[in-house]
């Protein structure tokens, strides 16, 4: 299985101010067709996580543009501009080239 | 937007068979796969398998042996069953819709129900 690894765990954020979050995959997520395979979703409190960016750096549909996703082979990054409060939750990248999918850990970001 | 909701017992003794079933509004479109995943507090969210509704199913190679997906078109619903259970077993179970046409997500979620086995 790919393994997902999160950095960091636990994220304490100022309003206002950006956040960052980085995964790291085991193995390459760079497909032939020069997609890199990773997405990125969003866990509210008491909520079923969502869709915030696919294929390394597409924002799904209705994601506000201050979260972008970056990075290529086994490293990626996503980024929060401005954290609002309704940010708070736990992030999970998670690998969708190889059977099985699989998830990181989780971030959980919190407000300062 | 595409609603889905699982629906099965919140307990299960352990040894026994976990079923659950999910309902999705609208259908089970052939343009999509329709899955199950999992999060506990120890294993994280784990991808358990998913349904096409050609019939294609995949499963984590983890729990293949124990897993078993299918689908009631008429009914537009589709199911999980694991059998031989234990308490590793116990977690949150989301019915999920994913698409695996190149852009491969998970897109929609159910509300997740809690099973737990009991020792």
């Known amino acids: 299985d790919i393994v997902m690894t999160q950095s960091p765990l636990s994220l304490p954020v100022t309003p206002g101010e950006p956040a960052s979050i980085s995964c790291r995959s085991s193995q390459s997520l760079l497909y032939s067709n020069g997609y890199n395979y990773v997405n990125w979703y969003l866990q509210r409190p008491g909520q079923s996580p969502q869709l915030l960016v696919y294929?390394?750096?597409n924002r799904a549909s209705g994601v506000p543009d201050r979260f972008s996703g970056s990075g290529s082979g086994t490293d990626f990054t996503l980024k929060i501009s401005r954290v609002e409060a309704e940010d708070v939750g736990v992030y999970y990248c998670m690998q969708p080239l190889q059977i099985p999918w699989t998830f990181g850990q989780g971030t959980k970001v919190e407000i300062k | 937007q595409v609603q889905l909701q699982e629906s099965g017992p919140g307990l299960v003794k352990s040894s026994e068979t976990l079923s659950l079933t999910c309902t999705v509004s609208g259908g089970l479109n052939s343009d999509y796969y329709w899955g199950w995943i999992r999060q506990s507090p120890g294993k994280g969210v784990e991808w358990i398998g998913c349904?096409?509704?050609?019939?294609?199913?995949y499963y984590n190679p983890s729990l293949e042996s124990r897993v078993t997906i299918s689908k009631d078109t008429s009914k537009n619903q589709y199911s999980l069953k694991m059998t031989s259970v234990t308490t590793a077993d116990t977690a949150v179970y989301y019915c999920?819709?994913?698409?695996?046409?190149?852009?491969?997500?998970?897109?929609?979620w159910g509300q997740g129900t809690q099973v737990t086995v009991s020792s």
């Open positions: 349904i096409h509704y050609s019939g294609i199913t």
């Open positions: 294929l390394t750096s």
């Open positions: 999920a819709r994913e698409r695996r046409d190149g852009t491969n997500w998970v897109d929609s």
